[in-house]
């Protein structure tokens, strides 16, 4: 059987879809003990963000109903840049109330429109190609509106295909939101021992610049073609900011031999400490292969994996004072100057040697989760296009998906 493709306003009139938008919330009634209020901002590329959210008062709990996410709910941003970022409701997740900048779509007869199939789609090439001609804007920033979102027309399969791609691509996101739990856990035990390790441990007179080689990072002139698309990995703040671990597999932009010699970076190796030090102070990434860095971090590298260890968390333990630190009129930046002068906090060698032997373990099981992820990231993208065309059939990739997890 073909495909059926039908609008958004087909589908809400036949009472197959609900699409709406979020709740436009006074400032008198955040600030309490009630449901929480998700904002696009914590609708991220890695999923939602739960930290530090607004919550209503507990006594406008039934006047906030029709703006409660519901299980299934597909989620999208439809304003600003990031408009068309899209997120999936689970039946795991809290009830929270949509934001004005949320829209979210509600399959209401689940035996014509798969939930986890819209989730799907709206990451296809049907749906963005849709979403950059309807784009428009207000006030300089893009908008998806209400009435667009009506005139969107999806290509439905039969029921039972739709459930079994959503099944395929959802088990891909559900090991990759095991190994990012794991990943997490890993890190906050390092962290835990860390600073059992530390407590009572005073600032010495040994300094970062004492302990340490302590460097930066430059770019390339971009007027140079020649410097770049090479196969040296070129690491930018952005690359780093978008980790949901703190480790680096790969960069957004690459540079060539002749643009490494051209940068004030020098190729980093592996496991070096790379800390962003411009406007975000305090991101960080350890690197799994050899890297350069632009100007936007400072980079801090031993020959003892076991000291790097130590002063990966002391640095991430040390971010709020590093920030007092930073200054600047336009943006603020911590220097090398005022990080090198820091200092450290040293353990005994017996101590840091025992710190080192539980943290190791699990920054390698943490990296090693991250890659997996990242692996099953690309296999996701590369199916779901051709899932959702019809160009691979669904039982094609069974088996694929099945050995990937």
């Known amino acids: 059987m073909p495909n059926i493709r039908a609008s958004f306003g087909e589908l809400i009139q036949a009472g197959a879809l609900e699409i709406g938008d979020g709740y436009r919330a006074k400032n008198s009634e955040l600030n309490g003990n009630g449901l929480p209020f998700m904002r696009a901002g914590n609708l991220t590329a890695s999923g939602w963000n739960w930290e530090d959210l607004e919550r209503f008062r507990s006594d406008l709990t039934s006047a906030l109903a029709p703006k409660l996410s519901h299980a299934g709910d597909v989620v999208i941003t439809t304003k600003g840049n990031s408009v068309g970022r899209s997120g999936y409701v689970n039946s795991k997740a809290p009830q929270f109330v949509y934001s004005p900048h949320l829209s979210f ?24 190609d849709q979403l950059k001609a309807l784009g428009h804007g207000t ?12 005139r969107l027309r999806v290509s439905l399969p039969r029921i039972e295909a739709q459930e079994t791609i959503g099944e395929l691509l959802g088990a891909l996101d559900d090991k990759i939101a095991v190994n990012d739990r794991i990943a997490e856990c890993s890190l906050t035990l390092a962290d835990a021992h860390f600073n059992l390790a530390v407590e009572g441990v005073p600032i010495g007179p040994e300094t970062f610049d004492s302990i340490a080689q302590v460097g ?3 770019t390339p002139s971009t007027k140079v073609p020649e410097y770049w698309d090479g196969n040296i990995t070129w690491t930018t703040p952005s690359d780093v900011t978008a980790l949901g671990a703190p480790y680096l ?16 970076s020098p190729l980093y190796p592996a ?8 406007a975000t102070i305090g991101a960080f990434a350890i690197p799994q292969v050899p890297m350069a860095a632009n100007q936007g971090f400072i980079v801090v590298v031993t020959p003892d994996k ?12 040390r971010v709020d004072e590093m920030r007092r630190l930073a200054n600047g009129s336009t943006f603020l930046e911590l220097s090398r100057k005022n990080f090198k002068a820091m200092g450290v906090r040293l353990s005994t060698s017996t101590a840091l040697k025992e710190f080192a032997r539980k943290a190791i373990p699990l920054h390698q099981l943490a990296a090693a989760v991250t890659a997996e992820s990242a692996t099953l990231i690309k296999l996701r993208d590369t199916l779901l296009p051709e899932l959702m065309s019809g160009r691979l059939r669904v039982k094609d990739v069974e088996k694929v998906v099945e050995e990937a997890i």
């Open 271 to 278: 496991g070096s400490i790379f800390m962003t030090s411009r």
């Open 139 to 150: 006030d300089m920033a893009p908008y998806l509106s209400l009435t667009d979102q009506r």
């Open 306 to 317: 076991e000291l790097t260890t130590w002063l990966f968390h002391e640095m991430r333990d």
């Open 105 to 128: 779509w509600r399959a209401k007869q689940r035996d014509r429109l798969a939930p986890r199939f819209l989730r799907y789609w709206a990451m296809s090439p049907e749906f963005l």
């Open 216 to 218: 930066g990072g430059g």
């Open 249 to 264: 597999f790969d960069t957004s932009r690459r540079i060539t031999s002749a643009g490494l010699e051209n940068c004030a």
